[in-house]
Each structure stands twice: as C-alpha cells, then as structure tokens.
C-alpha cells in the first residue's frame, strides 16, 4: 500500500519516526512533515509567502508550512498518489472537542477533502507514565489493520486516540480494546495566570502584560462512551469526523 506520513510535531517527532519505521516494512511510505513544530495550527495553510520543501532521505521531506500544507504539497507537487494519509503518532491525545485546534487532526481532513482516505493518530499521555514510541507504533499499526479493512466513506475520516501505555506493556504487544464512538462535546476547562509583566516605562507608558496558558488534562469532564472517557478508560478510540462542516 502506498502511505503518505506527516504530523504537526515536526520531521524529527518520535512518534512520526517510528511509525514510519513501522509501516515501512509492508508498505511503500512517503513522509512529508512541517520542518518545526506546529501544533494547535488548527487547518491554516501557507498562501502568502513561499514553501521551501527539503528532501532528508529517500521519501522523505520537510516542509516550512503547516499540517495542511504538507498534504498539498506532496499531492500536487510531487506528485504522490497514496492509498491512505496518516497523520501522526501525535504526542499527546486529540479528544474531544479538541481535534477543531488539532494541526494532526486537519492533516487527515485535508486528505479527506482531496478524496483520499485518511486517519489521524495521537497518543494519549499522562505525565506519570514514561513515554514509549515504538510501543505507541506497534498500538496504531494494530488499530489501523481494522481501519484499512473499513475504510472512511466519503467526506469523512477517522480519528484515532490511543490509551496511555502502562509501565508493565512490553514493547510489541498489544493489549486493549478498540472502540468506535462519539466525540466528547464538552470543551478542555483552561484559565489564563499572569506570567509576567514588562516595566511600562521601558514601553512609553504601554503596559504589555503576559498570560500563560493552563488546564487539567486528565480532569477534563467527559460523558460515558464519549472518545475522552473511552481513552481515560484505557481503550483506543475511534471517532468518524466530517470533511466538512
């Protein structure tokens, strides 16, 4: 099968490099991925100013533009015709009503709009546990042999979220259950805490304050059978998002 490989974490992300690992083995697999992180880009793409697209390796590139971008990019310009898009393993869940920022998540969108099947793969995480790339590989190579067997209809694409692996999995196997549900509606509860605040005199009089961003992943609120309890719960999920609105 011919695979089309980006992220919104970069080029050198763990969890894109060793899925393509992965799949290499079976599969002819291009990478084309932003040339820095990206996350939270939401579906932007680049229109006001060039694309520089640089080749690492045999397939594989990157690329000074966004999640979207990529997709476009090794479509039109070089000219790849892949069987499916694969966008991940991104570091960290896309849940919820999240996937609206996800970079991840509109890569496999834009996919879907250019009538090429396509899935989004994250990693759920929680900071107590250590990270394992390979073994996240391993998790998304056994949810996609499901996947590829029921492929997305069209204008719509699947958005996968693995459950965070426990310290006792040994790398290679695969052990939990996956199921097809709903996208969680509520939203991620953050706040804004003052991070610091530039003298106004050093600014002309021009008070400029900063806030940092801040939430509670794992406390988020979630319904039962929803994508976010599902993952929580050790499971991997599956949803069906729209191209489209």
Known sequence: MKLLLTNDDGMDAEGLQELARLLRVEHECWVVAPDQGRSCCSH????????????HGEREWDLSGTPADCVRVAIH?????????????NHG????????????????????????????????????IAKDWAQSAFRARRVL????LDPPVEGTFWNVN???????????TVHFPISFCDTEHSP??????????????????????TFLYQSNYQTRPRQD??????????????????SFG
Not at 145 to 148: F, Y
Not at 188 to 201: D, G, I, K, R, V
């Open 93 to 128: 869940g896309n849940l919820g009503v999240d996937t609206l920022y996800s970079g991840t998540v509109s890569a496999a969108r834009e996919a879907s709009m250019l009538g090429i099947p396509a899935v989004a793969l994250s990693q759920y995480m929680r900071r107590d």
């Open 225 to 242: 059978g929803s994508d976010v309890s599902l993952c929580f719960a050790g499971h991997a999920t599956v949803t069906k998002l729209k």
């Open 188 to 209: 991620l509860q953050f706040h804004f805490t003052p991070y610091e605040t530039a003298n106004p005199e050093l600014l002309g009089g021009n008070s400029v304050r």
């Open 145 to 148: 042999e499901h996947l590829w």
């Open 77 to 89: 310009c070089l000219n790849f015709k892949p069987d499916y898009v694969l966008s991940g393993v």
């Open 44 to 55: 932007s793409v680049t229109n006001a100013e060039p694309l520089k697209l640089r080749q």
């Open 162 to 172: 693995l459950p965070a692996i426990v310290p006792e999995e040994v790398v290679g």
